[in-house]
């Protein structure tokens, strides 16, 4: 049934709507935009690929919202989380070994996890 489907969108029940866009667009460096429907205010960011996060105020727990997995297509999984460790993003796991390749994952400001990985096929650089 949604086999021949492309994911279109993720959505994100967040705390505070201001805390969630500075992160996203500051320290995850993604467009987002504000806007508005029906009175109500939300949030929209746009991924390379077309993915759409959606950011929905509503009282949040983490578990209540997936984890979204960006690709690190050309590298440099140890420089970014290094780069968003000293902007003050915490960092709930260091990158490690994952299938096929590297993972990290962070927290944004409602403690949602924001997962990175890379593949083995593209090189690590380390220090």
């Known amino acids: 049934m949604l086999n021949r489907s492309k994911v279109g969108a993720i959505c994100y029940y967040v705390s ?22 029906e009175g109500s205010d939300w949030l929209l960011a746009k991924t390379e690929n077309g993915v759409e996060l959606l950011f929905f105020k509503q009282e949040s727990k983490p578990g209540d919202s997936p984890i979204v997995v960006f690709e690190l297509s050309n590298g440099g999984i140890d420089d970014v989380v290094e780069t968003l ?3 003050g993003v915490t960092i709930v796991t260091p ?17 949602h996890q924001i997962s990175m990985y890379q593949s083995d096929d593209v090189p690590r650089k380390l220090k």
């Not at 505070?16 to 429907?37: H, I, P, Q, S």
């Open 16 to 37: 505070n709507l201001e805390k969630t866009e500075v992160f996203y667009r500051d320290a995850l460096g993604l467009d987002v935009v504000r806007m508005k429907d």
């Open 85 to 87: 460790s000293e902007s």
């Open 95 to 111: 990158v490690s070994h994952a299938p096929g390749g590297w993972s990290a994952e962070i927290a944004d400001p409602d403690n």
